[in-house]
């Protein structure tokens, strides 16, 4: 059988080798009074440092030193000073086989170390099956696997024998899990996932395909192309409980491969796997694609805002001349009624003098009009966007299942209420906070321009979305 490789060179590094770091050797290789009385046991020093080394290699990494294994000088120097042995005595060590063998037999009789062998081997391989659902790659289960080994004190395998047993148990937690989302469906459920692969669109592109090509968009078209996507995936009556318990790596994981397949790929694959997946894409799909529409209507919304907001310094901006000459009029007549009280003119000769009263009558207007554009917000003309909403915001709150806290729930309601179309005001204005510019805003608006006040809700909608950390799209 060939060898499986699913770690890289240092990921065995650094499962594998014997640490160089000064932590590292203080943590793992400081020898306690008892082992310096198991080593002292040994009469020539090269014995001693090898014995030494054969010891610290069983606690960290965790595995046999083999023949021939080149000891990095940190750890020679680090274990020799306690020893009081030089490095180079390590050159005469083990001149014979079985003084090798010797050793780790020893040290298996007196520290407990025992071999990844028999039925020790056989529970930590259903313990690692069991671990393989959870961990999120190749590293992760191969680092658990060595833990394990170490804590039970079980004397690691080779290393091509890890990754197999990795790599197996991998393999069976996906087929598990793949079997388990299958067996959730049932026949009907089943029926339209496989038709998302046969049936066929005008651009002779297959339903699934035309499912994931989904983005952010900026307009209407873009808001229902999103929500035809949407109500297609609701249309499925997937149950997301199909899900429960699976961990949210393992989804991913479905998810992305899904999103690599083409519709023959997927038709060619076994059931259960290609049942697995489907149900996947289209639980997470419709998710994803929830949230890519509410982003979409946040940029209607700023879009509407910025056009709502440029036109209002336009007008305030087209004002200017008109201020001005109103303003010098005003200035003129006060002057006038100023020098009329101080020379004792009456004031009615004063005025009639500068304008005529209808010429006042204007200028009162004037003004009026003009302090009205100055003080005017874009909330005023956000009703000139309201084409664009009406043309997807029905469909989109009616689509969107809102679920959030109660701090939520008014805002939740208020958007219910304007997806069912209803015009009363309370229906669409009560969750506001009173005193808010929305509040202020909708109040002195005419209680029969329901399209200001939709637009504005629309806008409060999106604040709140932004604002909520609480909201969740389900």
């Known amino acids: 059988m060939p060898r499986r490789h699913i770690l890289t060179e240092r990921q065995r590094s650094a499962l594998f080798d014997l640490p160089k770091d000064e932590l590292s050797l203080l943590r793992y290789y400081t020898l306690g009074d008892d082992d310096l009385a198991h080593i002292q046991e040994r009469r020539r020093p090269d014995n001693r440092l090898g014995f030494a080394l054969q010891l610290c290699a069983l606690r960290y990494p965790g595995r046999a030193l083999t023949?021939?294994?080149?000891?990095?000088?940190?750890?020679?120097?680090?274990?020799?000073?306690?020893?009081?042995?030089?490095?180079?005595?390590?050159l005469t060590y083990a001149a014979r086989r079985q003084t090798r063998q010797e050793h780790m037999e020893a040290l298996r009789e007196i520290y407990g170390y025992k071999t990844f062998a028999g039925r020790g081997a056989r529970d930590l391989r259903d313990w690692l099956f069991g671990q393989a659902e959870?961990?999120?790659?190749?590293?992760d289960i191969a680092q658990r696997l060595v833990a394990r080994c170490?804590?039970?004190l079980?004397?690691?395998p080779a290393t091509s024998t890890i990754e197999r047993l990795c790599a197996d148990a991998l393999v069976a937690a996906e087929r598990q899990i793949e079997t388990r989302i299958a067996e959730r469906l049932d026949d009907v459920g089943r029926e339209r996932l496989d038709g998302l692969l046969t049936e066929l669109l005008d651009a002779n592109i297959s339903r699934f395909i035309w499912l994931r090509q989904f983005e952010v968009g900026n307009n209407s078209a873009a808001a229902n192309r999103l929500l035809d996507r949407l109500e297609f995936l609701r249309g499925l009556n997937l149950?997301?409980?199909v899900l429960a318990g699976i961990p949210p790596h393992r989804i991913a994981r479905l998810r992305r491969q899904g999103e690599r397949?083409?519709?023959?790929?997927?038709r060619d694959i076994s059931s259960d796997r290609r049942w697995a997946i489907l149900a996947v894409c289209a639980v997470e799909w419709e998710a994803m694609i929830a949230d890519t529409m509410v982003e979409t209507h946040d940029r209607i919304v700023g879009k509407t805002w910025r056009e709502a907001?440029?036109?209002?310094?336009?007008?305030?901006?087209?004002s200017k001349a008109a201020v001005t000459a109103t303003l010098r009029a005003f200035t003129a007549l006060g002057s006038s009624l100023l020098e009329a009280r101080n020379d004792g003119v009456p004031l009615e000769m004063a005025v009639a003098k500068?304008?005529?009263?209808g010429r006042l009558e204007q200028l009162v207007a004037t003004g009026a009009q003009l302090s009205n554009t100055l003080a005017d917000d874009p909330l005023a003309h956000v009703g000139q966007g309201y084409h664009r909403f009406r043309r997807y915001a029905p469909r989109m709150l009616r689509c969107l299942k809102l679920k959030g806290a109660l701090v939520a729930l008014p805002l939740i309601a208020a958007a219910k209420a304007i997806g069912e179309m209803q015009a009363s005001s309370s229906a669409t204005d009560s969750f506001l906070r009173p005193n808010s510019k929305w509040h202020r805003h909708l109040r002195a608006q005419d209680q029969g321009d329901n399209r200001l006040r939709e637009v504005a809700v629309l806008f409060h909608l999106r604040d709140a979305l932004r604002s909520i950390a609480s909201v969740k799209l389900v």
Do not use: H, M
């Not at 397949?261 to 997927?266: C, E, I, N, P, S």
């Not at 500068?354 to 009263?357: D, K, P």
């Open 67 to 90: 023949p021939g294994e080149v000891i990095p000088q940190e750890v020679l120097s680090f274990i020799g000073a306690q020893l009081g042995v030089p490095a180079d005595a390590l």
């Open 134 to 139: 959870d961990a999120r790659s190749n590293e």
């Open 150 to 152: 170490r804590e039970t």
């Open 154 to 156: 079980t004397i690691l």
């Open 239 to 241: 149950d997301p409980q």
């Open 261 to 266: 397949y083409f519709t023959d790929g997927l």
């Open 309 to 318: 907001k440029r036109l209002c310094d336009e007008r305030i901006a087209g």
């Open 354 to 357: 500068l304008a005529e009263w």
